[in-house]
């Protein structure tokens, strides 16, 4: 362990495990035990705090409510990018928002889509989503689209509403993407920090707020066509799995579809939904809603 760090004893980690767990579902295994030293050092510092035990008791004791949220923003791991796992967005564009359209079509459907993108960590997944939805139906189709994207992190929700991200970061977005989205406002003097900004048009249809998925019930936040929770349940254990995953599913609209990550499996949930691709699901149509006739 790094010497500069403060270090922590084995019971104090088991504490700090259970609370981390309890909040967010988030299980650190003990060979996280450098990375919650690491990542939680910095509070130590900033609160003039001499121990992780003196930490823990500042944290459980309610003073400063707000320590909670910072000392989970701390433990998440928010790594992303744009049109991550291209699969699923390829899905996305090829079968789901045709099989939307042709439902509106026969007037089986109206034009109006919800998307959920939980775990947006900075904003690339759901404006990647706004992206594609938009170009797929453009304001004049007259289709009502809206994303909500929700995370547990406060930091990285703000970051997410600024819609401002670097040059290298923008630079992962087709070309025609690009084109479209992105309003640059290169500053001459320091192209290193060069960043630019997503147009309103899509800013407009995305709305961030924070939702702990680890608490159940979720908030009221009504049905969805499609839900992504990609790469956020890597940590969680089966139990603290299942329940969200049960929890995504009774969010989904019964012609909706359920994107997770690829290293997350459905566990005993198989029976509940249909594999469609790639960790891309639709509810099974026995466990379709009966108030949805
Ligand atoms: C690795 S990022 C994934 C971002 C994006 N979904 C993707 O696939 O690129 C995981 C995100 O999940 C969030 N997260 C972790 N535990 C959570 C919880 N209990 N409720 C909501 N979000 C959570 C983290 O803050 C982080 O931003």
């Not at 109006?112 to 939980?118: D, E, F, T």
């Not at 147009?199 to 998925?213: G, S």
């Not at 960790?279 to 466990?287: E, K, L």
């Amino acid at each position: 362990m790094n010497d500069l760090l403060p270090s922590i004893s084995d019971r104090d980690f088991a504490r700090f495990q259970r609370l981390i767990e309890d909040e967010a579902g988030i299980f650190l295994a003990p060979v996280k035990k450098e990375l919650l030293v690491g990542r939680l050092s910095k509070r130590l510092r900033i609160l003039a705090l001499p121990s992780f035990a003196a930490y823990l008791e500042y944290v459980v004791s309610g003073v400063d409510e707000e320590e909670r949220v910072r000392m989970l923003d701390c433990i998440c791991t928010n790594e992303t990018h744009f049109f991550r796992e291209p699969a699923h967005f390829a899905f996305m564009k090829d079968v789901a928002l045709p099989s939307f359209a042709s439902a509106a079509a026969n007037g089986q459907r109206p034009r109006r889509l919800r998307v959920w993108s939980a775990g947006c960590s900075t904003g690339e997944e759901p404006y990647s989503i706004a992206m594609l939805l938009l170009r797929y139906f453009p304001p004049q189709s007259g289709w009502d689209l809206s994303v909500i994207a929700s995370d547990l992190s406060t930091r990285v929700l703000t970051q997410a509403r600024q819609a401002r991200y670097s040059e290298e970061r923008a630079r992962e977005l087709p070309d025609a993407m690009a084109r479209q989205f992105i309003k640059r406002e290169r500053r001459e003097e320091d192209e290193r920090n060069a960043t630019v900004t997503l147009v309103p048009a899509l800013r407009d249809i995305v709305e961030f707020r924070r939702v702990n998925l680890a608490a159940v019930p979720f908030p009221a936040l009504g049905r969805f066509d499609l839900v992504f929770c990609r790469n956020v349940m890597i940590y969680f254990r089966p139990p603290t799995k299942q329940r969200v995953v049960t929890g995504l599913l009774e969010q989904l609209a019964d012609d909706g579809y359920l994107f997770l990550g690829h290293a997350e499996s459905l566990l005993n949930l198989r029976s509940a939904v249909r594999t469609l691709g790639p960790t891309i699901y639709a509810r099974s149509r026995v466990h379709a809603r009966e108030d949805s006739h």
